[in-house]
């Protein structure tokens, strides 16, 4: 069974830092494109950034040069490193591989 599991959210000053991890079990991750999206309340889910099948990264216009996104394939999960956060960044933040999510880990930004 195909199982995500976002972790690494919290609350977090303006201009602060967080890694987001996203642990995938059942299947590895490499060879497929794997995504992070993210959901901020009353708004429709996004896209932030995605490794794809040959180990490409791409963001969205919104987080280059802000966010950074890396696999970690030994323990078969995927990092999302944020730095200069903004209060437009929080949102639930969630893992997508094929047709699996994860249930998310939220991210707060606010003094």
């Known amino acids: 069974q195909v199982q995500l599991v976002e972790s690494g959210g919290g609350l977090v000053q303006p201009g602060g830092s967080l890694r987001l991890t996203c642990a995938v079990s059942g299947i590895l991750f490499w060879g497929s494109t794997i995504s992070w999206y993210r959901q901020a309340p009353g708004k429709e889910r996004e896209f932030v950034a995605r490794?794809?099948?040959?180990?490409?990264?791409g963001y969205a216009d919104f987080v280059k040069g802000r966010f950074t996104m890396s696999g970690d394939y030994r323990n078969n999960a995927v990092l999302l490193q944020m730095n200069n956060l903004i209060p437009e960044d929080t949102a639930v933040y969630y893992c997508?591989?094929?047709?699996?999510w994860g249930k998310g880990t939220l991210v707060t930004v606010a003094s």
């Open positions: 997508k591989l094929m047709d699996y």
């Open positions: 490794i794809d099948g040959r180990g490409k990264v």
